[in-house]
């Protein structure tokens, strides 16, 4: 499995944002996805993730209310919709894929990571 995070950019704090997670090779409609990131000088962090089985969502709580994640019907393509930005959320953004369905908090639980994608956030 490939990953390609892309859509971030220099965007103002209140402003929205869609990341993008194309996948290739087979097998990804049977791998739950998420979203982490990375600020300079901080340790890769859990964003949110979205289980291949059921669809069920999970997010880190500095994130709940503000970022959306969803798959495409395809199971191909992976979104994670931002909305109110904060400085804060500056940060590289990858995407991951897990062949678990549950517990996708942990990065270790990931097998698949993408090159990531920058998010910066002005005030």
């Known amino acids: 499995v490939q990953l390609q995070a892309s859509g971030g950019g220099l965007v103002q704090a209140g402003d929205s944002l869609r990341l993008s997670c194309a996948a290739s090779?087979?097998?990804?409609?049977?791998?739950?996805a998420g979203w982490f990131r990375q600020a300079p000088g901080k340790e890769r962090e859990f964003v949110a993730a979205?289980?291949?089985?059921?669809?069920?969502?999970s997010y880190a709580d500095s994130v709940k209310g503000r970022f959306t994640i969803s798959r495409d019907s395809a199971k191909v393509t992976v979104f994670l919709q931002i909305d109110s930005l904060k400085p804060e959320d500056s940060a590289v953004y990858y995407c991951?894929?897990?062949?678990?369905?549950?517990?996708?908090?942990?990065?270790?639980?990931?097998?698949?990571w993408g090159r990531g994608t920058l998010v910066t956030v002005s005030s």
């Open positions: 991951a894929a897990s062949p678990y369905y549950n517990d996708l908090m942990p990065a270790r639980r990931y097998d698949y």
């Open positions: 090779g087979r097998g990804f409609s049977v791998y739950s």
């Open positions: 979205i289980s291949y089985r059921d669809r069920r969502t």
